[in-house]
DNA sequence: CGTCGTCTTGAAAGGTTTCAAACGGCGTGG
DNA sequence: CCACGCCGTTTGAAACCTTTCAAGACGACG
């Protein structure tokens, strides 16, 4: 919980939300309030206190987050992941196991949501909410039924359109700041075959990633 | 949309309503209500026209029904699996695709939540709604990090927790009304592969499944 | 300059899929 | 009643994909 807030850093936001719903300059202006008290996270930190607090959401300021849940034998699946723009709604009384952790892969900025949001605003959160719902079921589909090949591609297209709606990619190319080990808790696979699989995709020209900037080739 | 509501079948719902929060008369009185009128839906059938129809949810009387996502090349994955006793949100204004098509696997019998239900009613429905999302977690890390015969024990425990909350299944046997070749769409496996997994729980101990019964052994 | 984390590659082992065939139960029609 | 066909289950063998174990290269950083 820290000053520091750049008002730059709720554009993704913005975009992001717009994309889903208008929103009004009121809407706009209640976000801007809230964006003035920023909650900091370091690599490698946990966000829990925040549901604990609160239960308004969250939203992503700066640097990238991934719900994460750890088995025994140091298995370890990423659930999902948050990118700037994006909202964290906490699940509220859940075991903690089942819900899976939330931690920040860099340092992490984030504030809350109003805790009075209009209709407007209301329905955009919401339907938020949705679309974490159908990133699980994309992730679902990707673990049960596609290859490694078929998951690496599938997920960086998920990057790609998600970071392009929050204003954060060019057309084909973004920046990807995590490391290939991580990719691999995300796809099910393991580190060694997740670079072996990028090497075939870079090999076959539908992908690059060098100096952690990712470019897909046209489909 | 028939009549022929037997009472008795709205007890798994009430069972598994009643498990996460205390019911009082009147939200019993309510759900028995409408428990009147019934929705048919026979094998294979989907369950589409209900979440145009109605934004209410729907629970699960009889019969058991899946969350579907249907890719090229015939590829299918189950999302999710709902079993008597559920509560069935549908995702709105969604892209049915993404959301996944409801299936019936076998012939089904449904009936709409109460259209104003009490504080404690919502309650309930909401934690089912966060329970929906647990399941869906519990998948990803069951087709990301467990091997063939660990999802197939994983989720055999899943299916008996959630039966024996519902009173439907005793200790450590019950009724599993699907084919193989659903039970792999389900595990992110081939049918082949399933059938070889469950020789290999049954000849190491782990679980029978004859006759359509399931057995688990102690564990 | 050494150390650490990350990336890269090889070879062998292991798990899963694919293709093919056969078996069993069960309902239908001859 | 029996034969047939269909659907779901079971098994084998080979191909394929992914993991495991091991080692080396590279770059960042103290």
């Not at 504030?111 to 605003?121: H, I, N």
């Not at 392009?164 to 691999?184: C, S, Y």
Request: charged share 25%; proline share 4%.
């Amino acid at each position: 919980m820290k000053q520091g807030a750049n008002p730059a850093d709720l554009q993704p936001a913005i975009n992001r939300l717009s994309a889903l719903i208008a929103l009004g300059d009121g809407d706009v202006e209640s976000l801007r309030a809230t964006s003035n008290q920023v909650f900091a996270l370091s690599a490698g930190q946990e966000l829990i206190k925040l549901s604990q607090v609160t239960s308004r959401s969250a939203i992503v300021l700066k640097g990238w987050l991934a719900r994460v849940r750890q088995g025994r034998q140091g298995k370890r699946q990423i659930l999902d992941i948050y990118v700037p723009g994006d909202i964290i709604t906490p699940t509220p009384r859940v075991d903690p196991y089942v819900a899976g952790a939330i931690v920040a892969l860099q340092d992490v900025a984030l504030c809350l949501t109003p805790a009075s949001p209009g209709d407007t605003l209301r329905d955009a959160f919401q339907l938020c909410r949705q679309m974490d719902e159908g990133r699980l079921l994309r992730q679902i589909y990707r673990l049960g039924r596609m290859t490694a090949s078929e998951r690496m591609y599938d997920w960086m297209i998920e990057i790609r359109d998600r970071l392009r709606i929050a204003g954060l990619a060019a057309d084909n190319e973004f920046k990807l700041p995590v490391t290939q080990d991580l990719v691999a808790d995300i796809l099910g696979l393991t580190a060694v075959h997740t670079n072996r699989t990028l090497k075939d995709l870079r090999l076959s020209g539908k992908l690059t990633w060098r100096m952690g900037k990712v470019r897909i080739a046209a489909e």
